[in-house]
């Protein structure tokens, strides 16, 4: 059914702290949509993420996957998802393959080699084995992010990538988000890096200008 | 059935239809409140025969027993309503279950003081590890946990959440103490007088308690909706109805004196 | 479309608990510093109240099981912070595994690993304490079916103040009161054995609450888990 979108959001209010960040947002992302959100710092780029994903509750409207209302926590969505937030949720006592092995068991599985494979692609091959304490903070970002090189999940939902990436690392990225797209998957992401360089963007301004919701 | 149910539960989810609800109440909770306090009082101190083992000190019972009942009540409301906000996300049970917790430990403060001060002429001490007395004690504990716990969060909606999940632990939990309090008790002092053991009461005595005790219900129902629309002023300040609520009361207060200065 | 494949819940629970372990395994402190409290809070005893036979012998079980109760609440404070800061608690909630059973994982480590060390040195202390040698066995069983318990209940506790920056009071005074039956039983079952009375009866209520509260806990941390994050 191509019509029916991914996710759709309808009608959806954030309040934080007695703030109003957004009101009645409501956007439809289709398969082999990029997406990125925009706005100025605390216009709700970051909540708007962690309500995608289920992780904060929200005051007003609906989510739907695949045509369905979404509750939080629910399986059948949080087994095609793959969230990376502010924080990289790494272990500094573990090991960046023991760390990456983790998620992967955690999610779809991956072995050792593939593990390994993603990580050197991502500029860690020196450092597989050394505790992740003595990585710098935006090393072990990179761990975190070396998951999208092994996800096969349907919707990436990724917190501010490219911080602390190197310009090779940046263009590579973008490379395995288009193909990612290419593939009939999904991405929404913020980011402070201009994104002009991948084809068929759509863009998301919070904030100001709520005219410019790409409506269905 | 089932929509009057869902109609029932959207309406007590809405914080303006509860205001409005509960000022019609709140007169007539306070008048029934007062007439059985102040009734039961004057029966229960003047009028109701003297125990023939304890004298005139007995007569405490009349505020121990309802405060002891209401203590562990209010704990029971504070749980059903934990439930109803953990299943249901209603933003009222939550002001509710915020509203109740310290009315719960004050009444079981109340009821420790009148324990310890009803053990003076009975056993001669202020306090006695008596099991009535130790539960009550715990009880308190598990009050000032939730209402540390509401306290420590700041978002209102998570800590409510939290405390509720708390309260429906220490529901569970009340039992098995309270058992465990009774076993250990009869382990350590097997004889003597215990507060549980009521001699069978004769009406004329059981009839100011029954006073008394409806008199504290209605204390409590009022305080805790007094504190509830005290909280749904705060949580509810920036929508329409509570600002238009309190335009209009200024409004109609100065009104008159402007006049009389002008 | 890609077609997703889950691994499977048992895959996914055994590689939370030898993640548990190995960071249990690198963080040795974490287990270190309980037991070194247990050993000192016994030790204080003796010193506030006196050294003689005749006094400590009645209250050695009280205090063995005072100390192993605030141990274990110490042990606990740190159970899920580092997951909340570092972010791991936040991808637990995201996998597509309930959460209730992973957390079991993790809570079931964290037992092994700090409840069997104190398990095996309570004996010590009881017998510096003058416990007489036969309660010591029924001092060791009340433990093992009286730690899950203490765990359990105060990993409810510790998941409803991960977000907070300070609980150590906090935490106590919410847990500890939920404490109360366990240590009846379990002093009265010590007490029992020291005096050569059968202890069968207080263990039965160890077991009792063990199971009632290994039912129920794993949902009241999970959802627990989830208001704290959530928010």
Known sequence: ?216 | MKDTLLRWFHKWGSPKWFYDLSGRWMPWLAGLSLICLLVGSIWALAFAPMDYQQGNSFRIIYLHVPAAILAQSAYMLLAILGVITLVWRMKMTEILATACAPIGASMTFLALVTGSLWGVPTWGTWWIWDARLTSMLVLLFLYLGIMALQDAIRDPSSAARASAILAIVGVINIPIIKYSVEWWYTLHQPATFKLTEKPAMPMEMWLPLLMMLIGFYAFFAWSLLLRARHQVLIREQKTRWVTQLLDAKPATKSDPSESAKS | MHKTNTTSLAQAVGVCIRREFLLLVRRPSDLLNPLLFFALVSLLFPLGISPTEAILQPVASGVVWVAALLATLLSLDSLFRQDLLDGSLEQLLLTPHPLSVLVMAKVGVHWLMTAIPLILMAPVLGAMLYLPTQAQGVLMLALLLGTPVLILVGAIGAALTVSLRKTGVLLTLMVLPLYIPVLIFGTSAVHAAAQDLPADGQLAFLGAILSLTLVLAPLGISAALKVSVRQ
């Open chain 1, 1 to 216: 059914m191509p019509n029916t979108p991914l996710l759709s959001v309808r009608q959806l209010s954030c309040e934080r702290e007695d703030r109003l960040l957004f009101t009645h947002l409501a956007f439809d992302l289709q398969a082999g949509d990029i997406l990125q959100i925009k706005g100025p710092n605390g216009s709700g780029k970051t909540s708007l993420l962690r309500i995608l994903a289920g992780l904060l509750p929200y005051a007003e409207g609906e989510l739907y996957w695949q045509g369905e209302a979404l509750h939080p926590g629910e399986p059948s969505f949080l087994s095609q998802l793959l969230f990376i937030g502010h924080a990289p949720g790494i272990k500094a006592e573990l090991t960046p393959i023991e760390n990456l092995l983790w998620y992967q068991d955690m999610h779809q599985g991956a072995d050792q080699h593939a593990v390994i494979q993603a990580l050197t692609r991502i500029g860690l091959g020196q450092f597989l084995d050394v505790p992740a304490y003595s990585l710098s903070a935006g090393q072990q970002r990179r761990i975190a992010l070396a998951r999208i090189y092994l996800s096969a999940h349907t919707l990436w939902i990724l917190d501010e990538p490219f911080t602390a990436i190197d310009v090779q690392g940046v263009a590579d990225l973008e490379q395995c988000i288009q193909a990612h797209a290419a593939q009939g998957g999904s991405v929404i992401l913020t980011s402070h890096h201009a994104l002009d360089t991948l084809a068929g963007l759509k863009v998301l301004t919070l904030g100001q200008a709520m005219e410019e919701v790409p409506h269905a």
